[in-house]
């Protein structure tokens, strides 16, 4: 099987100050198509530099790292920003929508920036079709303020999608959820994951861990430990276990 | 990345903060309203003067007598009896390219008509051409004869003041008129003028042939001045130059001897009318100028707030493909569009105003297109020159921090 995501020996050192910092002290691995990742660790283990380096956001200092076959350490920023366009799907903690920008036009905006020349109804199509993927059909022309967390996440995630990314990352993606709608949208993850998109997201929260398919422990900027997840827990499950809990409760005297 | 797409993004942001836009936008159209109000009465009153200098006659050399010069004045303009009629018909004789020359008498004298009288400042003795050179139509009756002038006529042609003055409703033709107690028949009434750049009434005069006026009102025998036509524009200069050499030749100067006259020919004075509505007009345009680039300044100021607030939106932009070029082009395209949608805007405002002006101040006014389009493009300019930097501080973002910034 091809690998989508292939580091090899990747180091990155920040310059702050007088201090160099190392984020990332040596980490190879491989990432195939249709992996389900989790990248775990307390903060400062490195997992967000992995993160921004995975996501072609920053560049490593040392190693090597092939996204779809493509050496992409020594891109410059221009190029790191069509490989994003093209070949990746972001997901963020903090949603990171357009304010006062309807939904749809919130999924669309990496087209515009796409070297695929789409007519405004091709866009548009494409727009409302990953909209539908995320459930969110109804919503196209709300504005993110008139949306709920996981509303929003949804919206994110279509937006992600809209480029039929090769990856898919997913950056702290449920941080800022509640509980249950944490289950939903790993729900969603699970539903493409199934529909064979790779997936790559980092979490501190091993539960949500634990609806991947493959966890890897970060410390110190390297790979503490790099395992598949044995007992994988279905979203779709625990969100109706979670339902019937709740009605337990109410009905309790 | 198409170029399109970065409008429609640009003009979807402007629109999103609408009142911000009015606001940011409002001084560039002041600044442009002021440039195109200012400029169009500085060329209002530029053309004015130049009417008023056409109206001195059509390729005109004004010969006076003595020197007057910018060093000091010898004697007052056409005082120094220093030019004779036998002058006048030398020029209008030797020199090929004089078409019409016209000896002139200037004086006041007191007007008496059956029970009305009148002081004029302008009793002028011409010659038969002067109503030609002078392009003034006479409107009722006609002008006076050569033979008039020859034989010292008693004929007189009055302007619309005099006509009003003297003789109110009636019919002035035919009329006597006693200047200074010597009867004149009125012949002729010439066509209103209507006042001077300076106020003066132009329609307050009376024309009478020069011989008339030097043997039966003043008595002397040397001309104040003569109105010298040429036939065509480029033959002012030299013509002037040939009027000149011949005066001293004939007064027999030889430098270093000033010259006892004084030569002008129209474009100098149009020169020297128009220089101070130059420098009126260079105030008003930089005074207007300076609030465009306060305007413009308006806008990098605005524009550096909103690339600051729209951090994390660029850095969404970026994350998802975006080049720097793409956002820097979209900052370019939004500081352009306020400007020049604040120009047009400022266009419009500013006729509006120099035509106010016009209308309640009796300021003339003259919009030129190249104003207009100066004007648009200049402010199309200013916000791409203060939009360069906020636009290039947004492009240079780095998505990672640009997204975590709150």
């Known amino acids: 099987m091809n690998a989508v995501v292939k580091l090899e020996e990747v180091h990155k050192i920040y310059h702050s100050g007088e201090v160099d910092v190392h984020a990332v002290r040596g980490v190879s691995l491989e990432i195939h198509r249709g992996e389900f990742v989790a990248f775990m660790g307390a903060s400062g283990s490195g997992k967000s530099t992995m993160m921004n380096i995975l996501g072609c956001l920053d560049r ?167 395992e598949l997840v044995p007992k994988r827990l279905n979203a779709e499950e625990e969100l109706n276990k979670l339902v019937l809990a709740e009605k337990a409760v109410q009905l309790a005297p | 990345m198409r170029l399109d797409n970065t409008f ?38 530029r053309s004015q003067i130049q009417a ?27 005082g120094a009896g220093t030019l004779t009629v036998q002058d006048a018909e030398a020029i209008k004789n030797e020199i090929s390219r004089v078409i019409a020359v016209s000896p002139e008498i200037r004086s006041g004298a007191q007007l008496i008509a059956g029970n009305a009288n009148w002081y004029t400042n302008n009793l002028l003795g011409e010659s038969e051409d002067y109503f030609d050179i002078r392009q003034w139509p006479v409107a009722q009756g006609a002008g006076f004869s050569d033979e008039n002038v020859r034989n010292a006529g008693k004929v007189a042609v009055i302007g619309q ?26 012949i002729g009434v010439l066509a209103p003028k209507g006042p001077n750049l300076g106020g003066q009434d132009q329609d307050d005069i009376v024309v009478i ?19 010298v036509q040429v036939g065509k524009e480029s033959d002012l ?33 149009a020169k020297v009318a128009t220089a101070s509505t130059d420098v009126m007009r260079a105030l008003l345009g930089a005074t207007a100028s300076v609030s465009l680039l306060v305007g413009g300044i308006g806008i990098m100021n605005i524009m550096l707030v909103s690339v600051t607030e729209r951090t994390r939106e660029i850095g969404i932009r970026i994350a998802v493909g975006a080049h720097g070029k793409d956002i820097l082009l979209q900052f370019l395209i939004e500081a352009a569009t306020l400007s020049s949608t604040g120009g047009t805007i400022g266009i419009l405002l500013g006729i509006g ?52 910034y709150e």
Do not use: C
């Not at chain 2, 042939?209 to 109105?227: C, D, E, F, H, Q």
């Open chain 2, 353 to 404: 105003a120099a035509k106010a002006m016009s209308y309640y101040k009796q300021w003339p006014s003259l919009i030129s297109l190249d104003s207009v389009v100066i004007a648009f493009l200049f402010s199309a300019a200013v916000g791409i020159f203060f939009g360069f930097y906020p636009a290039r501080k947004a492009s240079q973002l780095d998505p990672i921090e640009a997204l975590r």
């Open chain 2, 52 to 78: 008023q200098i056409a109206s001195l006659g059509e390729n005109v050399i004004l010969v006076f007598a003595g020197n007057w010069s910018p060093g000091g004045v010898k004697s007052g303009w056409g």
């Open chain 2, 237 to 269: 200069n030299p013509a002037e130059v040939q009027v000149i050499s011949l005066l001293q030749q004939r007064h027999k100067i030889v430098p270093p001897k000033e010259d006892d006259f004084t030569v002008r020919n129209q474009e100098e004075i």
């Open chain 2, 161 to 186: 003041t005099i006509a009003k003055q003297l003789y109110g409703d009636e019919n002035p033709l035919g009329k006597i008129m006693r200047i200074k107690n010597a009867p004149f028949i009125v």
């Open chain 1, 60 to 226: 490593p200092t040392k190693g090597r790292y092939l996204l779809d076959g493509v050496d992409v350490s020594g891109l410059n920023r221009n190029q790191l920003a069509d490989m994003r366009n093209q070949k990746l799907g972001f997901v963020f903690q903090s949603f990171n929508l357009l304010s006062r920008t309807s939904a749809l036009e919130n999924v669309e905006l990496p087209l515009f920036y796409s070297h695929k020349h789409l007519t405004s109804r091709e866009v548009k199509e494409r727009g409302e079709h990953v909209l539908k993927i995320v459930g969110l059909s109804e919503r196209a022309d709300h504005h993110p303020s008139q949306l709920s967390g996981g509303q929003q996440q949804r919206v994110a995630i279509a937006r992600a999608l809209i480029n039929n990314p090769e990856v898919l990352f997913a950056d702290e993606a449920t941080g800022n959820l509640d509980s249950k709608t944490s289950m939903e949208i790993m729900g969603v993850f699970q539903k493409l994951n199934e529909q064979g998109i790779t997936i790559v997201m980092v979490t501190h929260e091993l539960d949500i861990a634990m609806y991947t398919k493959r966890n890897i422990i970060m410390r110190d900027g390297r790979v503490l430990s790099d």
């Open chain 2, 209 to 227: 042939p020069y011989t008339s006026a030097m043997k039966r009102i003043t008595g002397r025998t040397t001309l104040n001045s003569m109105v």
């Open chain 2, 8 to 45: 429609k993004i640009s003009f979807r942001a402007l629109r999103r903060n609408k009142m911000r836009s009015l606001l940011t936008a409002l001084g560039i159209i002041f600044g442009v309203a002021a440039v195109i109000a200012m400029v169009g009465i500085g060329n209002g009153a």
